[in-house]
């Protein structure tokens, strides 16, 4: 078993969040090491407060194959997303396979998965092409969440729900996993530079276990995407979005102004007999308010960034030559 902090090395880890999948772990583990048997791999399960004994089995399976596995526990349930992150951070592979524990996902998938990232891809993608859920609950919502989020990140993939996808780990750095956001990871990677590809893969219906979802989990996915978009576009410029709007509204308010003056000085007519005075005050109000909020903002996304050392970029390469490299070192 791998004591904590121990380094070794790995050149793939695969990710596996477990919710009380007690009767799929052992026929999960078998196929695992069936198809990554040629390889230099790591199993890492991560038992997301399971009650109906996953963790028992976790451990025997650790047992039995103690050179590949690891386990991690975590104290409660806290979420696919949560349980996928720690599973990540607890890995040391160069390259990270996510795979769901219910057996949908099909393990032999795995090496057509890594023969992409061996091409030089930095995320691949799995795309359950015959998709083996419920049409009207799962099926359809996921259509046009996959829609929607191609459409608001700019990456377009048909399957962001797809746990099963492999990612160098590079790309990973840096981003932080929140609510449901694992399946976000794409977007992010996609947003640093990352190389993507999507290959259709394999998807069985459930055998064992109940499906932990329904058709709420596409509405938290909906309320992500909008601080994906967020985060993306403006996390190190946000007076550009809060102090735009804020200008938009002043400006309407300004506007607004004019058509009263006008109609006061042409028509005669009372400020206070349109309800457009009242628009214009509040419209200016918002606005101003707006701006502010922006400044506020701005010095949160200071603090973001300067407190956890986060650049607002990221380098895929230093390419610099050696010989320049020693004359300025000789230099000092
Ligand atoms: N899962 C988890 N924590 C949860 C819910 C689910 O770790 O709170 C795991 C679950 O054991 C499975 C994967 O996440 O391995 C996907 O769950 P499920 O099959 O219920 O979701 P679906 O495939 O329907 O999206
Ligand atoms: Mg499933």
Redesign the pocket.
Known sequence: MREAGEVMYVNLSVV??????VENLRSLHHDLSEALADRDYELVF?D?GSTDGSIEELNSLVQLDPQHTLVIELRR?F??TA?IAAGIDHSCGEVIVTI???Q?NDPGDIPLLMEKIEEGYDVVSGWRIDRQ?KLLT?KIPSRIANGLISKVTGVRLHDY?C?LKAYRREVLQGFRLYGEMHRFIPAYAGWVGAKMIEIPVRHHP?KFGK???GLERTIKVLLDLFTVKFLMSYASKPIYLFGGTGAGLIMVSVFLLGVLIARRIILDEHLIRSPLLLMTVMLFILGFQSILMGLIAELLSRTYHESQAKPTYSVRAVLKSRGIEEEVKGRV
């Open positions: 596996i969040p477990v919710y009380n999948e991560v997301d349930n979420g696919q349980a769901d524990a219910d949908q859920d799962r729900g746990t459930r499906a932990k979802y």
